[in-house]
Nanobody
Framework: QVQLVESGGGWVQAGGSLRLSCVASGRTFSSYTMGWFRQAPGKEREFVAAIRWSGGSTYYTDSVKGRFTISRDTAKNTVYLEMNSLKPEDTAVYYC??????????????????WGQGTQVTVSS
């Protein structure tokens, strides 16, 4: 069993920044892919970014490229999402997720095996 705990959400004005954290416990994540997803009211859960634990390869959805950065600290079993130049349309609950399939990196919700509880990000105009 893997446990994921997100933190760092909050309220910010448009153009501001937030840094989300996800602490993983219960297993070694050396071959996992870690992802960030978000879900706004009335919308489906949306892929944001992913990173391979081993090697650190990253992938982003087009709407956040150049603004968001995903990273990880292997010593702390922690994944981060640095969000800059935030827009009102970034408002959502942000979820951390883990895909245990070796070497796979995917934007599909169904490919992720473990999920955190979510953290709210609200961006005002």
């Amino acid at each position: 069993q893997v446990q994921l705990v997100e933190s760092g959400g909050g309220w910010v004005q448009a153009g501001g920044s937030l840094r989300l954290s996800c602490v993983a416990s219960g297993r070694t994540f050396s071959s996992y892919t870690m992802g960030w997803f978000r879900q706004a009211p009335g919308k489906e859960r949306e892929f944001v970014a992913a990173i391979r634990w081993s090697g650190g390869s990253t992938y982003y959805t087009d709407s956040v490229k150049g603004r968001f950065t995903i990273s990880r600290d292997t010593a702390k079993n922690t994944v981060y999402l640095e969000m800059n130049s935030l827009k009102p349309e970034d408002t959502a609950v942000y979820y951390c997720a883990a895909d245990e399939t070796r070497f796979r990196i995917s934007p599909r919700v169904s490919n992720y095996d473990y999920w955190g509880q979510g953290t709210q990000v609200t961006v005002s105009s």
